[in-house]
């Protein structure tokens, strides 16, 4: 049985990971993130402005605005928030759950769509910095931080010898946060099986999410804070602390719709509408 389960997992593993989709959702994010600052195009490539503006900054940039987070979380949920709707269409799913069971079937769903949202967000925000490195910095210069910059949640990284950690942590960070609203997606999907619903669900969630945390929500449970890596006024707490706690509040973000997904999949298991 323990044979059985492990190769589901490795099937949707492969499925999401080793695929044309996954790459193109990295380069789409890289794209994304040079899309934010196409007001400054004409001086970026011009090269006038390598000591002055950095990837890291840029990337604070466009999580300090929420113009382009909505596309990121859409595209993001390109890489495996579909799935569901892709077995049923296909006719996969039968075969794959006699194989593994519904609990093996959900649980495989749920972690290889965080895996995948997250790594492509990684990927994504460290590819931003090489493709940019040779017209700006990676790494933010000390004493000309933008504005936005200040409002970092680890603004001790923006300074760092080794700027790559940053958007490392930073694709971390938001990949957790985009993988809530793609699993909130392949909920939607059990409902009613389709490519729209798996692919734009998370965009409408991500704005219902965004206003019910900044109307209710305190500071330190406000998941606008979380996602877009602002800092919430904690002071001394060291970077670990910070990281664990965004990372322990992203995870129960997660298993919210996680929990809904199985559940609505085994009650249309037991209802016999699977």
């Not at 382009?68 to 794959?96: A, C, M, Q």
């Not at 493709?131 to 700006?136: D, T």
């Not at 938001?174 to 993988?179: C, D, I, K, T, V």
Request: charged content about 15%.
């Amino acid at each position: 049985m323990s044979k059985k389960r492990n190769n589901v997992w490795k099937m949707d593993a492969k499925r999401c990971l080793v695929s044309w989709r996954f790459l193109g959702v990295v380069l789409a994010v890289a794209v994304i993130c040079i899309m934010s600052m196409s007001e400054n195009w004409r001086e970026i490539f011009s090269g006038r402005v390598r000591d002055t503006m950095s990837s890291v900054d840029q990337l604070n940039k466009m999580m300090f605005f929420d113009r382009f987070k909505p596309l990121l979380i859409v595209v993001l949920s390109v890489v495996y928030g579909n799935s569901f709707t892709e077995d049923w269409n296909h006719r996969y799913f039968r075969f794959i759950y006699s194989r593994s069971g519904i609990k093996r079937y959900a649980c495989s769903k749920i972690f290889v769509t965080i895996l995948g949202v997250v790594l492509a967000s990684i990927l994504g925000f460290v590819l931003f910095g090489v493709i940019m490195y040779p017209w700006m910095r990676m790494g933010a210069i000390e004493g000309v931080f933008q504005i936005e910059a200040c409002y970092a949640e680890y603004p001790e990284l923006l300074v760092s010898p080794v700027p790559v950690l940053y958007l490392v942590i930073h694709g971390w960070n938001f990949g957790l946060s985009a993988s809530c609203m793609a699993v909130a997606g392949l909920w939607l999907t059990v409902k009613k099986p389709n490519s729209f619903i798996g692919i734009g669900g998370p965009f409408f969630i991500f704005y219902f999410v965004y206003a019910i945390s900044v109307w209710i929500m305190p500071n330190t449970l406000n998941y606008m804070n979380v996602s877009s890596f602002l800092g919430m006024g904690w002071g001394t707490q060291s970077l670990e602390t910070k990281l664990l706690y965004h990372t322990i509040y992203l995870l129960v973000c997660n298993i919210i719709p996680a929990t809904g997904f199985y559940v609505s999949l085994r009650k249309r298991w037991k209802n016999g509408t699977l």
